[in-house]
DNA sequence: CCTAAATATAAGTGAACACTTATTGATTAT
DNA sequence: ATAATCAATAAGTGTTCACTTATATTTAGG
Protein backbone atom coordinates (compact mmCIF):
# COMPACT_ATOMS: atom_id res chain seq x y z
CA UNK A 1 0.00 0.00 0.00
CA UNK A 2 2.87 2.27 0.15
CA UNK A 3 5.16 3.24 -2.43
CA UNK A 4 8.77 2.97 -1.94
CA UNK A 5 10.07 5.31 -4.84
CA UNK A 6 7.19 8.17 -3.41
CA UNK A 7 8.46 7.40 0.30
CA UNK A 8 11.88 8.11 -1.06
CA UNK A 9 11.36 11.47 -2.21
CA UNK A 10 9.07 13.07 0.26
CA UNK A 11 11.97 11.59 2.65
CA UNK A 12 14.59 13.38 0.27
CA UNK A 13 13.10 16.46 0.09
CA UNK A 14 12.24 16.83 3.59
CA UNK A 15 15.69 18.14 4.57
CA UNK A 16 16.21 21.64 4.35
CA UNK A 17 20.02 21.26 3.57
CA UNK A 18 18.80 17.92 0.76
CA UNK A 19 16.45 20.69 -0.67
CA UNK A 20 19.08 23.72 -1.02
CA UNK A 21 21.24 21.26 -2.59
CA UNK A 22 18.78 20.04 -5.06
CA UNK A 23 17.59 23.25 -5.65
CA UNK A 24 21.11 24.68 -6.19
CA UNK A 25 21.24 21.50 -9.14
CA UNK A 26 18.20 22.74 -10.74
CA UNK A 27 20.38 25.91 -11.95
CA UNK A 28 22.95 23.25 -13.04
CA UNK A 29 25.52 20.63 -13.20
CA UNK A 30 27.80 21.07 -9.99
CA UNK A 31 30.52 18.87 -8.51
CA UNK A 32 30.84 17.55 -4.77
CA UNK A 33 33.59 20.36 -4.34
CA UNK A 34 31.17 23.11 -5.80
CA UNK A 35 28.37 22.22 -3.50
CA UNK A 36 30.82 21.79 -0.29
CA UNK A 37 32.14 25.53 -1.08
CA UNK A 38 28.62 26.86 -1.69
CA UNK A 39 26.80 25.46 2.00
CA UNK A 40 28.19 25.67 5.40
CA UNK A 41 28.35 21.95 5.48
CA UNK A 42 31.72 19.61 5.38
CA UNK A 43 32.23 17.81 2.54
CA UNK A 44 30.96 14.36 3.76
CA UNK A 45 27.62 15.43 4.53
CA UNK A 46 27.07 17.11 0.89
CA UNK A 47 28.36 13.50 -0.46
CA UNK A 48 25.69 12.07 1.83
CA UNK A 49 23.07 14.00 0.88
CA UNK A 50 23.64 13.41 -2.71
CA UNK A 51 23.29 9.84 -2.24
CA UNK A 52 19.91 10.41 -0.65
CA UNK A 53 19.22 12.19 -3.08
CA UNK A 54 20.46 9.67 -5.82
CA UNK A 55 18.82 6.53 -4.35
CA UNK A 56 15.47 8.93 -4.46
CA UNK A 57 16.17 9.00 -8.06
CA UNK A 58 16.00 12.61 -7.88
CA UNK A 59 19.73 13.16 -9.03
CA UNK A 60 22.23 11.22 -11.42
CA UNK A 61 25.75 11.32 -11.43
CA UNK A 62 28.70 11.25 -13.35
CA UNK A 63 32.24 10.43 -12.73
CA UNK A 64 35.17 12.50 -14.75
CA UNK A 65 38.79 12.40 -12.94
CA UNK A 66 38.59 12.98 -9.55
CA UNK A 67 35.62 14.95 -9.66
CA UNK A 68 31.85 13.81 -9.11
CA UNK A 69 29.47 15.71 -11.15
CA UNK A 70 25.80 15.56 -9.92
CA UNK A 71 22.93 17.20 -11.90
CA UNK A 72 19.10 16.59 -11.67
CA UNK A 73 17.00 13.95 -12.83
CA UNK A 74 13.58 15.60 -14.34
CA UNK A 75 11.49 12.41 -14.23
CA UNK A 76 12.72 11.82 -11.14
CA UNK A 77 9.95 14.24 -9.90
CA UNK A 78 7.59 11.70 -11.32
CA UNK A 79 6.31 10.18 -8.38
CA UNK A 80 5.78 13.21 -6.70
CA UNK A 81 3.45 14.67 -9.31
CA UNK A 82 1.47 11.33 -9.63
CA UNK A 83 1.09 11.72 -5.94
CA UNK A 84 -0.24 15.20 -6.16
CA UNK A 85 -2.29 14.07 -9.25
CA UNK A 86 -3.80 11.12 -7.59
CA UNK A 87 -5.78 13.59 -5.15
CA UNK A 88 -8.05 15.23 -7.32
CA UNK A 89 -9.82 16.60 -4.54
CA UNK A 90 -6.45 19.56 -4.67
CA UNK A 91 -6.48 19.81 -8.28
CA UNK A 92 -10.05 20.76 -8.65
CA UNK A 93 -9.34 23.42 -6.41
CA UNK A 94 -6.44 25.03 -7.89
CA UNK A 95 -6.83 24.05 -11.91
CA UNK A 96 -7.15 28.27 -12.23
CA UNK A 97 -3.72 28.57 -10.82
CA UNK A 98 -2.58 25.45 -12.49
CA UNK A 99 -3.46 26.36 -15.88
CA UNK A 100 -1.89 30.07 -15.66
CA UNK A 101 1.17 28.61 -14.47
CA UNK A 102 1.28 26.37 -17.64
CA UNK A 103 0.72 29.63 -19.62
CA UNK A 104 3.83 31.08 -17.96
CA UNK A 105 6.01 28.71 -19.09
CA UNK A 106 8.47 27.92 -21.59
CA UNK A 107 7.57 26.08 -24.55
CA UNK B 1 15.73 31.24 2.13
CA UNK B 2 14.00 28.48 3.64
CA UNK B 3 10.58 28.65 3.86
CA UNK B 4 9.09 27.30 6.80
CA UNK B 5 5.83 26.13 5.24
CA UNK B 6 7.60 24.57 2.41
CA UNK B 7 9.50 22.77 5.23
CA UNK B 8 6.60 21.77 7.70
CA UNK B 9 4.47 20.53 4.62
CA UNK B 10 7.57 18.13 2.79
CA UNK B 11 8.00 16.74 6.66
CA UNK B 12 4.51 16.42 7.15
CA UNK B 13 4.05 14.07 4.50
CA UNK B 14 7.59 12.27 4.39
CA UNK B 15 5.95 9.86 7.24
CA UNK B 16 3.87 6.46 5.64
CA UNK B 17 1.43 6.73 8.34
CA UNK B 18 1.07 10.63 8.09
CA UNK B 19 0.88 10.22 4.31
CA UNK B 20 -1.73 7.34 4.99
CA UNK B 21 -4.10 9.42 7.34
CA UNK B 22 -3.85 12.25 5.28
CA UNK B 23 -4.98 9.86 2.37
CA UNK B 24 -7.69 8.97 3.66
CA UNK B 25 -9.02 12.46 4.91
CA UNK B 26 -9.12 13.16 1.03
CA UNK B 27 -12.25 10.71 0.72
CA UNK B 28 -14.46 12.73 3.68
CA UNK B 29 -14.08 13.97 6.46
CA UNK B 30 -13.69 11.66 9.00
CA UNK B 31 -13.73 11.35 13.00
CA UNK B 32 -10.37 10.78 15.57
CA UNK B 33 -12.32 7.72 15.75
CA UNK B 34 -12.49 6.48 12.78
CA UNK B 35 -8.88 6.64 11.92
CA UNK B 36 -7.66 5.02 14.98
CA UNK B 37 -10.38 1.88 14.09
CA UNK B 38 -9.11 2.23 10.19
CA UNK B 39 -5.36 2.01 11.07
CA UNK B 40 -3.24 0.17 13.01
CA UNK B 41 -1.41 2.45 15.62
CA UNK B 42 -2.67 4.09 18.75
CA UNK B 43 -5.64 6.73 18.94
CA UNK B 44 -2.90 9.51 20.28
CA UNK B 45 -0.51 8.19 17.81
CA UNK B 46 -3.49 9.47 15.27
CA UNK B 47 -3.77 12.64 17.25
CA UNK B 48 -0.29 13.50 16.98
CA UNK B 49 -0.21 12.83 13.21
CA UNK B 50 -3.13 15.36 13.29
CA UNK B 51 -1.78 17.62 14.90
CA UNK B 52 1.63 17.49 12.53
CA UNK B 53 -0.51 17.62 9.69
CA UNK B 54 -3.09 20.77 11.17
CA UNK B 55 0.35 22.75 11.70
CA UNK B 56 1.51 21.94 7.98
CA UNK B 57 -2.14 23.63 7.05
CA UNK B 58 -2.51 20.66 5.48
CA UNK B 59 -5.99 19.70 7.35
CA UNK B 60 -8.41 21.63 9.64
CA UNK B 61 -10.72 20.40 12.41
CA UNK B 62 -14.23 20.69 13.67
CA UNK B 63 -15.53 19.63 16.92
CA UNK B 64 -18.44 18.16 17.29
CA UNK B 65 -19.66 17.22 20.95
CA UNK B 66 -17.02 15.19 22.09
CA UNK B 67 -15.98 14.31 18.48
CA UNK B 68 -13.34 15.92 16.78
CA UNK B 69 -13.78 15.81 12.55
CA UNK B 70 -10.89 16.29 10.49
CA UNK B 71 -10.87 17.61 6.79
CA UNK B 72 -8.15 18.08 4.11
CA UNK B 73 -8.02 21.77 3.41
CA UNK B 74 -7.15 21.56 -0.24
CA UNK B 75 -5.25 25.09 -0.21
CA UNK B 76 -2.40 23.49 2.53
CA UNK B 77 -1.04 22.11 -0.35
CA UNK B 78 -0.18 24.80 -2.81
CA UNK B 79 3.43 25.47 -1.31
CA UNK B 80 4.09 22.06 -2.72
CA UNK B 81 2.82 22.91 -5.58
CA UNK B 82 4.38 26.36 -5.67
CA UNK B 83 7.50 24.59 -4.97
CA UNK B 84 7.24 21.93 -8.01
CA UNK B 85 6.37 25.08 -10.36
CA UNK B 86 9.52 26.84 -9.24
CA UNK B 87 11.77 24.31 -10.86
CA UNK B 88 10.24 24.67 -14.65
CA UNK B 89 13.35 22.19 -15.63
CA UNK B 90 10.86 19.31 -14.03
CA UNK B 91 8.07 20.95 -15.39
CA UNK B 92 9.31 20.94 -19.15
CA UNK B 93 10.14 17.53 -19.21
CA UNK B 94 6.60 16.44 -18.03
CA UNK B 95 5.04 18.94 -19.38
CA UNK B 96 2.80 16.68 -21.91
CA UNK B 97 1.87 14.26 -18.93
CA UNK B 98 0.87 17.40 -17.44
CA UNK B 99 -1.71 17.86 -19.89
CA UNK B 100 -2.86 14.68 -19.87
CA UNK B 101 -3.75 14.80 -16.43
CA UNK B 102 -5.69 17.86 -17.15
CA UNK B 103 -7.60 16.78 -19.08
CA UNK B 104 -8.81 13.22 -17.50
CA UNK B 105 -9.83 16.01 -14.64
CA UNK B 106 -13.64 16.42 -14.09
CA UNK B 107 -14.86 20.16 -14.75
C1' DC C 1 -24.71 11.99 39.31
C1' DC C 2 -21.94 8.67 37.54
C1' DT C 3 -20.11 6.14 33.94
C1' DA C 4 -18.57 5.65 29.34
C1' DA C 5 -16.80 7.68 25.16
C1' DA C 6 -13.79 10.70 22.50
C1' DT C 7 -9.83 13.29 22.29
C1' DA C 8 -5.72 15.64 23.70
C1' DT C 9 -1.59 15.98 26.37
C1' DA C 10 2.40 14.17 29.22
C1' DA C 11 6.20 11.38 29.68
C1' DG C 12 9.20 7.88 28.31
C1' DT C 13 11.70 4.88 24.79
C1' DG C 14 14.06 3.08 20.83
C1' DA C 15 15.10 4.02 16.17
C1' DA C 16 16.20 7.07 12.55
C1' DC C 17 18.68 10.98 11.18
C1' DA C 18 21.83 14.80 10.20
C1' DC C 19 25.76 16.05 11.25
C1' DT C 20 30.88 15.69 12.68
C1' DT C 21 36.06 14.07 12.31
C1' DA C 22 39.10 10.60 10.64
C1' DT C 23 40.36 7.71 7.08
C1' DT C 24 40.68 5.44 2.69
C1' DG C 25 40.76 5.29 -2.36
C1' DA C 26 41.56 7.20 -6.50
C1' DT C 27 43.27 10.63 -9.79
C1' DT C 28 46.09 14.57 -11.11
C1' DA C 29 50.21 17.46 -10.89
C1' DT C 30 55.01 18.55 -9.57
C1' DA D 1 57.72 9.01 -6.62
C1' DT D 2 55.43 12.16 -3.89
C1' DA D 3 52.26 15.34 -2.64
C1' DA D 4 47.85 17.42 -3.25
C1' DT D 5 43.01 17.25 -4.62
C1' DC D 6 38.49 15.22 -4.65
C1' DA D 7 35.11 12.18 -3.08
C1' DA D 8 33.21 8.31 -0.49
C1' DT D 9 33.00 5.57 3.56
C1' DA D 10 33.51 4.54 8.61
C1' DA D 11 32.46 5.55 13.08
C1' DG D 12 30.71 8.26 16.64
C1' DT D 13 27.33 11.74 18.62
C1' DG D 14 23.47 14.60 19.79
C1' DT D 15 18.89 15.51 18.20
C1' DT D 16 14.61 14.59 16.15
C1' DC D 17 10.90 11.62 15.66
C1' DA D 18 7.28 8.14 15.78
C1' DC D 19 5.54 5.47 18.62
C1' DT D 20 3.86 3.67 23.34
C1' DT D 21 1.15 3.80 28.01
C1' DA D 22 -0.86 6.66 31.37
C1' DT D 23 -3.52 10.54 32.54
C1' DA D 24 -6.47 14.60 32.14
C1' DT D 25 -10.47 16.89 30.01
C1' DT D 26 -14.64 17.39 28.01
C1' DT D 27 -19.17 15.76 26.63
C1' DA D 28 -23.04 12.42 26.19
C1' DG D 29 -26.12 9.00 28.19
C1' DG D 30 -28.40 5.91 31.71
Do not use: N
Not at 12 to 20: G, H, I, Q, T, V
Amino acid sequence: MVSVAEDRIFKALADPSRRAIFESLTRGEAAVKDLTARFDISQPAVSQHLTTLKDAGLVKDRREGRCAYYRVEPRGIKPLIDWIAHHRVFWAEHLGRLEQLLEKMDP
